[in-house]
Nanobody
Framework: QVQVVESGGGLVQAGGSLRLSCTASGLTFDDYTMGWFRQAPGKEREKVSCINRNGGNIYYADSVKARFTVSRDNAKNTPYLQMNNLKPEDTATYYC?????????????????WGQGTQVTVSS
């Protein structure tokens, strides 16, 4: 059974940092592209970042470029999202998702497995 579990969310002041982790089990982690999404109340789910199997294809939404860094440790079956200089508009539930695509897919529907999400709240 595949399980994807996010951790690392919390409450932080504007300008602060958080690092999200995502433990993926029940799958061959090396075979999956990993994405990070977020959803704020009343808004659509947004793709924030993505890293493919070998780290050679990486995506960032314009809103997080130069502030967020995605990485993965294949030995630990874990992708990470380092979030720096956080802003109140980054407040959302953050989700980790796994896709069998070789490069980062465009749409959430192309990710097969999803975690339950972790809340990130940035106060002004």
């Amino acid at each position: 059974q595949v399980q994807v579990v996010e951790s690392g969310g919390g409450l932080v002041q504007a300008g602060g940092s958080l690092r999200l982790s995502c433990t993926a089990s029940g799958l061959t982690f090396d075979d999956y592209t990993m994405g990070w999404f977020r959803q704020a109340p009343g808004k659509e789910r947004e793709k924030v970042s993505c890293i493919n199997r070998n780290g050679g294809n990486i995506y960032y939404a314009d809103s997080v470029k130069a502030r967020f860094t995605v990485s993965r440790d294949n030995a630990k079956n874990t992708p990470y999202l380092q979030m720096n200089n956080l802003k109140p508009e980054d407040t959302a539930t953050y989700y980790c998702a796994a896709s069998t695509a070789w490069v980062c897919p465009l749409f959430p529907r192309d990710f097969r497995y999803w975690g339950q999400g972790t809340q990130v709240t940035v106060s002004s």
